[in-house]
């Protein structure tokens, strides 16, 4: 294999268990142990491999973390990437990592890795890197005694301040930053709710299909999950008020329903705020990714539509930014910021400040807002790419949904396929999927994968990976 600037690569084996960027780390890796690539020889940049493989820059820029985390090459700016000067072939393969099996099918809901379609990640190749190091130095280097003890457990107090400014100029939502507390993530969030408000028992409507760490979560603290249906104009009220008129919650994703991407409609938003002021209910609206609609403007939060108190609102950084930062942000009515404090400083332990800072900077610089435009137009095009290149390929055995945003296709299976047999073989074959079916609670609804599009960058990319998907339908 040749791997040097000058040279083409050699493309990568579609069929290998080995994901795509494991491939890519382990060529160069074996290149510089058997010496064909030397001490200071330099490599082809991570946007010439993209090009020349067809895949998200994101891919080849995570071999490349991995090969200088490891000591093989050196970034070196606009000179370019190098082998790292003194690597000697017999130090190279003294210090190669130990190869790890590829990971099954994880019992997180949400792997530890990056896999071609993986839900959940934004587009890792455009995040503003150069931005965040800047902001990342200056707050260290500011840094002063009393931003070294331990965080406050509501949140940086900046940071707040911030969310609430950007929630009422981009969402809606009149609040304060004393009403916004900052998480560790949704599930972090939900629990923190359930301490303030639940109790044992309680009976909690929960979308289906929906969220499955949800459920999941409610089950642990023992309440009740009420699945209640959902169709083209989201939850079906009518149905929740049939099935537990009395519940004590109701977990709704209004925005884009996770996972089908409708949106809730007027009518049963107006519904649902109704039940929840004669009920003394609450309502949770999960907006994680409201920011990301392609046919109109985002639409206005269900909390904006609040009179009563009764809409606890749960935002994240995870879909905007990056699910590393492990910061989630919840907004309270007005009347329980005193409960949510004390049930605080008794289970919450603080978030990284330094993390928060950075944050902190990032949006109000303005950068925040800036890359959730720039997303929102990449996302567009890698979407219509994404489903073009798999619909050239799969049309014969799948429809893809239309969807007005979110960050993940839905490909309907035509036939009596089984999603979830579909899913097993592209985890076999280092492709990541998730089962429609997985979704549900009781009796099964058709059979769909949902694939995330943002890492994909190209439709080359997609009927590549389409291909591979073809094999195991």
Same mark, same amino acid.
């Given at each position: 294999?040749?791997?040097?600037? %000058?040279?083409?690569?050699?493309?990568?084996?579609?069929?290998?268990?080995e994901? #795509?960027?494991?491939?890519?780390?382990?060529?160069?890796?074996?290149?510089?142990a058997n010496?064909?690539?030397k001490?200071?020889?330099?490599?082809?940049?991570?946007?010439?491999?993209?090009?020349?493989?067809?895949?998200?820059?994101g891919t080849?820029?995570?071999a490349y973390?991995?090969?200088?985390?490891? /000591?093989?090459?050196?970034?070196?700016g606009q000179?370019?990437?190098?082998?790292?000067?003194?690597?000697?072939?017999q @130090?190279?393969?003294?210090?190669? +990592?130990?190869?790890?099996?590829?990971v099954?099918?994880?019992?997180? #809901?949400?792997?530890?890795?990056?896999?071609? #379609?993986?839900?959940?990640l934004?587009a890792?190749d +455009?995040?503003p890197?150069?931005?965040?190091?800047?902001?990342g130095a200056?707050?260290?280097?500011?840094?002063q005694?009393?931003?070294?003890?331990?965080p406050?457990?509501?949140?940086?107090?900046?940071?707040?301040?911030?969310?609430?400014?950007?929630? &009422?100029?981009?969402?809606?939502?009149?609040?304060?930053?004393? &009403?916004?507390?900052?998480?560790?993530?949704?599930?972090?969030?939900?629990?923190?709710i359930?301490?303030?408000?639940?109790?044992? /028992?309680?009976?909690?409507?929960?979308?289906?299909?929906?969220?499955?760490?949800?459920?999941?979560?409610?089950?642990?603290?023992?309440?009740?999950?009420?699945p209640?249906?959902?169709?083209?104009?989201?939850? @079906?009220?009518?149905?929740?008020?049939?099935l537990?008129?009395?519940?004590?919650?109701?977990?709704?994703?209004?925005?884009? &329903?996770?996972?089908?991407?409708?949106?809730l409609?007027?009518? $049963?938003?107006?519904?649902?705020?109704d039940w929840?002021?004669? %009920?003394?209910?609450?309502?949770?609206?999960?907006?994680?990714?409201?920011?990301?609609?392609?046919?109109?403007?985002?639409?206005? +939060?269900?909390?904006?539509?609040?009179?009563?108190?009764?809409?606890?609102?749960?935002?994240?950084?995870?879909?905007?930014l990056?699910?590393?930062?492990r910061? +989630?942000?919840?907004?309270?009515?007005?009347?329980?910021?005193?409960?949510? =404090?004390?049930?605080?400083?008794?289970f919450?332990?603080?978030?990284?400040q330094?993390?928060?800072?950075?944050?902190?900077?990032?949006?109000?610089?303005?950068?925040?807002? $800036?890359?959730?435009?720039?997303?929102?137009?990449?996302y567009?095009? $890698?979407?219509?790419?994404?489903a073009?290149?798999?619909?050239?390929?799969?049309?014969?055995?799948?429809?893809?949904?239309? &969807?007005?945003?979110?960050?993940?296709?839905?490909?309907?299976?035509?036939?009596?396929?089984?999603?979830?047999?579909?899913?097993?073989?592209?985890?076999?074959? !280092?492709?990541?999927?998730?089962?429609l079916?997985?979704?549900?609670? !009781?009796?099964?609804?058709a059979s769909?994968?949902l694939? %995330?599009?943002?890492?994909?960058?190209?439709? $080359?990319?997609? =009927?590549t990976?389409g %291909?591979? @998907?073809?094999?195991?339908?």
């Open positions: 294999m040749n791997v040097t600037r %000058n040279s083409r690569m050699s493309p990568l084996d579609p069929t290998a268990a994901p #795509f960027y494991r491939q890519i780390y382990d060529r160069f890796r074996s290149a510089i010496g064909l690539l001490p200071g020889d330099r490599i082809p940049s991570a946007r010439a491999l993209t090009k020349e493989l067809g895949l998200a820059r080849i820029e995570t973390s991995l090969l200088a985390a490891e /000591g093989y090459i050196q970034a070196r000179a370019g990437t190098i082998v790292t000067p003194g690597l000697t072939p @130090i190279a393969k003294a210090s190669a +990592a130990p190869r790890t099996e590829r099954a099918v994880a019992s997180d #809901f949400r792997p530890d890795s990056i896999l071609p #379609f993986q839900m959940g934004p890792l +455009a995040f890197r150069k931005i965040w190091a800047r902001l200056r707050c260290m280097r500011s840094m005694p009393s931003d070294m003890v331990h406050s457990v509501f949140g940086l107090y900046g940071l707040r301040a911030a969310i609430a400014t950007y929630l &009422q100029v981009s969402r809606g939502i009149d609040c304060s930053a004393s &009403q916004v507390f900052v998480t560790s993530g949704y599930r972090h969030t939900l629990e923190l359930a301490h303030a408000l639940f109790k044992p /028992g309680d009976r909690v409507w929960i979308e289906n299909p929906g969220y499955p760490p949800t459920r999941d979560l409610l089950g642990l603290m023992h309440m009740t999950s009420v209640v249906p959902v169709d083209a104009d989201g939850m @079906i009220v009518s149905e929740g008020l049939k537990a008129p009395r519940a004590r919650a109701a977990v709704v994703t209004p925005g884009h &329903q996770s996972p089908l991407c409708v949106s409609s007027l009518p $049963r938003r107006l519904a649902l705020l929840a002021a004669r %009920n003394q209910g609450w309502i949770i609206e999960d907006d994680y990714d409201g920011e990301y609609r392609y046919v109109s403007r985002p639409l206005p +939060a269900l909390k904006s539509l609040d009179r009563d108190g009764r809409v606890l609102y749960a935002g994240t950084f995870s879909k905007v990056l699910p590393a930062l910061l +989630a942000y919840l907004v309270v009515p007005q009347e329980q910021v005193q409960r949510f =404090e004390d049930v605080s400083r008794t919450v332990g603080g978030s990284p330094l993390t928060q800072a950075i944050v902190t900077a990032f949006i109000t610089e303005g950068h925040f807002a $800036r890359h959730i435009q720039r997303m929102r137009k990449l567009a095009e $890698r979407r219509e790419a994404t073009a290149g798999l619909e050239s390929v799969l049309h014969k055995h799948i429809r893809i949904d239309p &969807q007005p945003g979110g960050m993940h296709l839905i490909l309907r299976l035509k036939g009596r396929r089984s999603d979830r047999r579909l899913v097993a073989r592209m985890w076999d074959e !280092g492709l990541y999927a998730e089962a079916t997985d979704w549900m609670v !009781g009796s099964s609804g769909a994968l694939l %995330n599009f943002t890492n994909i960058s190209t439709q $080359r990319g997609a =009927e990976l %291909n591979r @998907i073809l094999k195991l339908v």
